[in-house]
T-cell receptor, first 113, second 115 residues
Framework: DAGVTQSPTHLIKTRGQQVTLRCSPK?????VSWYQQALGQGPQFIFQ???????QRGNFPDRFSGHQFPNYSSELNVNALLLGDSALYLC????????????FGPGTRLTVL | AQKVTQAQTEISVVEKEDVTLDCVYE???????LFWYKQPPSGELVFLIR??????QNEISGRYSWNFQKSTSSFNFTITASQVVDSAVYFC????????????FGTGTKLQVIP
């Protein structure tokens, strides 16, 4: 049983460009959350998707958007990239009760030049 | 609002020493979850433990142990007889319980175990 998978592993973009990151949740998990982890910091919650809708959102601008597909996989889109968007982007998938378990993927390292 | 504080930025110990990583949290919720994650240099967050707020029993798993004290809002993590493979960044985290809640992380403690 594969865990949470993310693609690509690494990505280099320039300021102003747009990027799409992808996440496939662990089998049996229906909720996907995205986190941004800047160098030397803890992960920061971006948003969460359940039943193809954004359910919660952290303190991130509208340049960050997402989508969840019927198979529960998800995409994170970032428009008009800034140098400060350089970070490790982590996807977490979560199952519902009673297990209510959450696991993180390996992350996508985004570098904005 | 929820907040997690890990005051220790970096800790270095010699192999086989015991080490305790501190975690203090703030929440107004009456029920919540506390977590510890390990992040090795590869970057992937490895789940170590989840503790429900109504369960204050200490837990031991091999060389790892956790001390949860609700009275002081602390959830400390101790590694006994540390090994080089324990070198990583450790994050303490907090979420509301029930439903699909976001996780709030501390800033992490970087542990270096010197052979």
């Amino acid at each position: 049983d594969a865990g949470v998978t993310q693609s690509p592993t690494h990505l280099i973009k320039t300021r102003g460009q747009q990027v799409t990151l992808r996440c496939s949740p662990k089998s049996g998990h229906d909720t996907v959350s995205w986190y941004q982890q800047a160098l030397g910091q803890g992960p920061q919650f971006i948003f969460q998707y359940y039943e193809e809708e954004e359910r919660q959102r952290g303190n991130f601008p509208d340049r960050f958007s997402g989508h969840q597909f019927p198979n529960y996989s998800s995409e994170l889109n970032v428009n008009a990239l800034l140098l400060g968007d350089s970070a490790l982007y982590l996807c977490a998938s979560r199952s519902g009760p009673p297990l209510d378990e959450q696991f993180f993927g390996p992350g996508t390292r985004l570098t904005v030049l | 609002a929820q907040k997690v504080t890990q005051a220790q930025t970096e800790i270095s110990v010699v192999e086989k020493e015991d080490v305790t990583l501190d975690c203090v949290y703030e929440t107004r919720d009456t029920t919540y979850y506390l977590f510890w994650y390990k992040q090795p240099p590869s970057g992937e967050l490895v789940f170590l433990i989840r503790r429900n707020s109504f369960d204050e029993q200490n837990e031991i798993s091999g060389r790892y142990s956790w001390n949860f004290q609700k009275s002081t809002s602390s959830f400390n993590f101790t590694i006994t007889a540390s090994q080089v493979v324990d070198s990583a960044v450790y994050f303490c985290a907090l979420s509301r319980s029930g439903g699909y809640q976001k996780v709030t992380f501390g800033t992490g403690t970087k542990l270096q175990v010197i052979p």
